[in-house]
């Protein structure tokens, strides 16, 4: 059964370090995003991309930020200069279609010291 | 805006015995989308079951049932005769369908824990 897989499942970085957490979505699918988990709290939505663009972001999705799909199979989220607060667990998903079911990867725990 | 409520955050349980997940949610779309994902210990997030605003009909899948009562705005979750591996927290989530959106919106999840 097709799955997304993110890489690595766990990054350890200094604070203003930059950091890529990497992302191999479902083949077919057309739809990417990135979520976020800071532990024990709910799952937060930070940016959508189809088409080689972001369709939509949120307010936690500031300048620090950026995505990539740098080829046809990878899906990336920078982060350029690390806060504290960043230390959570980074989801990516993926659909077929806009409102179709989004499927998630295990997910990357960034830990910034 | 959208939200969506889990009064619950934390149930407790032996195992056999049924449980009901609540969901209450807030939307102004007149479509929308409902989902249930399942987060286990180990931190996958795990998709359960998707469900269109227009189709209130109950679902069951094996133990696990879901009631969706669009007149109070819920999308309640039962596992009937629960196991051990169902321990895991428990996420609501609602989507618009279109209208440039096509984020989830998640409540804040309910734990259960099932004790043999």
């Known amino acids: 059964e097709p799955e997304v897989t993110q890489t690595p499942s766990h990054q350890v970085t200094q604070m203003g370090q930059e950091v890529i957490l990497r992302c191999v979505p479902i083949?077919?699918?057309?739809?990417f995003y990135w979520y976020r988990q800071i532990l024990g709290q709910k799952v937060e939505f930070l940016v959508s991309?189809?088409?080689?663009?972001?369709?939509?972001k949120s307010e936690i999705f500031d300048d620090q930020f950026s995505v990539e799909r740098p080829d046809g199979s990878n899906f990336t989220l920078k982060i350029r200069s690390t806060k504290l607060e960043d230390s959570a667990m980074y989801f990516c998903a993926s659909s077929w279609g806009p409102a179709d079911t989004q499927y998630f990867g295990p997910g990357t725990r960034l830990t910034v010291l | 805006a959208q939200k969506v409520t889990q009064a619950q955050t934390e149930i407790s349980v032996v195992e056999k015995e049924d449980v009901t997940l609540d969901c209450v949610y807030e939307?102004?779309?007149?479509?929308?989308?409902l989902f249930w994902y399942k987060q286990p210990p180990s931190g996958e997030l795990v998709f359960l079951i998707r469900r269109n605003s227009f189709d209130e009909q109950n679902e069951i899948s094996g133990r696990y049932s879901w009631n969706f009562q669009k007149s109070t705005s819920s999308f309640n979750f039962t596992i009937t005769a629960s196991q051990v591996v169902d321990s895991a927290v428990y996420f609501c989530a609602l989507s618009p369908e279109g209208g440039g959106s096509e984020k989830l919106v998640f409540g804040k999840g309910t734990k259960l824990t099932v004790n043999p």
């Open positions: 991309f189809y088409n080689n663009e972001i369709s939509e």
């Open positions: 083949s077919n699918h057309l739809y």
């Open positions: 939307t102004r779309d007149t479509t929308y989308y």
